[in-house]
């Protein structure tokens, strides 16, 4: 079982200095820190590997061929898929949705019909549907939250109607760190003949992911979120949707045969992989989801940092906290809140001299932002290297900004 400090160790970037105060990186949410290994992988692939994909028989094209396709293999282990076809390598979550917006709607969607996402999405999957329904002259619906921010799961059943052609729907919320019901809302969702797409941006990265068991059509996440490198994403989707689904871009790699007469395309996944991929940092995928696995079978200090700072913040008369579910086991450690008569810029600038980095303002969630009735938050975010000092330090240096500001 390794220990907080002994994970710690494989992020040198923990051991920064920042105005004199020692790094405490509370920005996990929106990028995680990178560990040794996975540094090393993509500079192993760098200096030893560097050739494009399946296209040469030279020995380098060979060895970055093959450590391009055992990540594929590796991803489908930690999902769970059924196959490594019903695997896609894209630029990240937000390339993930537009993938399946394009083409499932090019497949699938016609004037009329209804897209259902939720209330608390990212504008990533947000305005690929937006763009879905202005093509295709469809209408896009909202699922509402509650006011502690749970999804009104038992809302969905009215919304659907023969019309709907997917539902888009975030496992947790970027802002409001809620562990949103979606077995259950895919269960309805297919009840009525409607498929279901999962942002997992956030839910891959605090637990174990199975596709199979979520019974899901689509699943996307991003590598650099999850300790992995930028630019390398994962959109998982059922064979079959993704045979039936027209490519997104056209060029090389994705084609049986070209001629000006018609092109045929590469059977899945590689229908949806043109051009040169990201050759050096998809292995790098690797060494992350080891990581992250590792992290799942010994999660650390979470639940009692969680619980911790929930409690603190909760609890203090000040400050109004966002996304508060009925039981800690259906958050993770990600919070949201303001402060009365403080501005969420001011306290984060200050917690920066603190040594502290958060994440301020709409977090990508504007229409989330005026459903909540605010102009943005301040969010801190844990990952499995945070430790309960670093909490602790976190709650008494926000105790003494608040009294800067107020």
């Not at 494009?52 to 061929?65: I, K, P, W």
């Amino acid at each position: 079982m390794m220990n907080v400090n002994q994970l710690r160790e494989q992020f040198p970037v923990l051991e920064s200095k920042v105005y004199g105060k020692d790094l405490v990186y509370l920005d996990n949410a929106a990028t995680s820190q990178r560990p040794l290994s996975v540094v090393k992988a993509i500079e192993d692939s760098s200096l030893k590997a560097n050739a494009n994909l399946h296209r040469a028989v030279h020995h380098l094209a060979v060895e970055a061929t093959d450590a391009y396709e055992s990540a594929r293999i590796r991803v489908q282990k930690f999902l769970n898929a059924a196959h490594p076809e019903e695997i896609v390598f894209t630029s990240g979550t937000t390339q993930s949705i537009n993938l399946v917006a394009f083409s499932f709607g090019e497949a699938f969607v016609k004037e009329g019909d209804e897209i259902i996402v939720t209330a608390a999405e990212h504008h990533s999957n947000i305005v690929p549907w937006q763009m879905l329904c202005e093509r295709k002259k469809a209408t896009l619906k909202v699922l509402d939250i509650d006011e502690n921010g749970r999804l009104q799961a038992e809302h969905l059943q009215k919304l659907i109607s023969h019309s709907t052609r997917i539902v888009a729907i975030c496992q947790i919320s970027n802002v409001l760190g809620v562990i949103n019901p979606i077995k259950e809302i895919i269960e309805i969702s297919h009840e009525n003949g409607v498929p279901v797409l999962v942002d997992g941006a956030q839910g891959a990265v605090h637990g174990k992911v199975d596709v199979q068991e979520l019974d899901c059509d689509f699943y996307a996440f991003s590598a650099h979120k999850l300790f992995g490198p930028s630019g390398v994403g994962v959109l998982y989707g059922k064979r079959l949707l993704l045979e039936a689904m027209p490519p997104y871009m056209g060029g090389g790699e994705m084609i049986d045969h070209v001629n000006f007469a018609g092109t045929t395309y590469a059977p899945v996944p590689r229908k949806f992989e043109a051009g040169t991929q990201n050759i050096n940092s998809v292995p790098a995928i690797v060494p992350a989801l080891d990581l992250a696995d590792e992290c799942f079978e010994s999660p650390q200090e979470q639940d009692k940092i969680k619980e911790y700072v929930y409690n603190s913040l909760d609890n203090d008369p000040r400050i109004t906290l966002y996304g508060r579910p009925d039981s800690l086991e259906d958050k993770i450690p990600l919070f949201s809140f303001k402060v009365d008569g403080a501005h969420h810029e001011d306290l984060a600038l200050i917690m920066d001299k603190m040594g502290i980095a958060l994440r301020s303002g709409q977090m990508c969630a504007e229409p989330l932002m005026d459903r909540l009735g605010v102009t943005g938050l301040l969010r801190a975010s844990f990952a499995p290297y945070n430790t309960m000092e670093e909490a602790k330090y976190f709650i008494e240096s926000l105790d003494r900004a608040i009294d800067m500001l107020v």
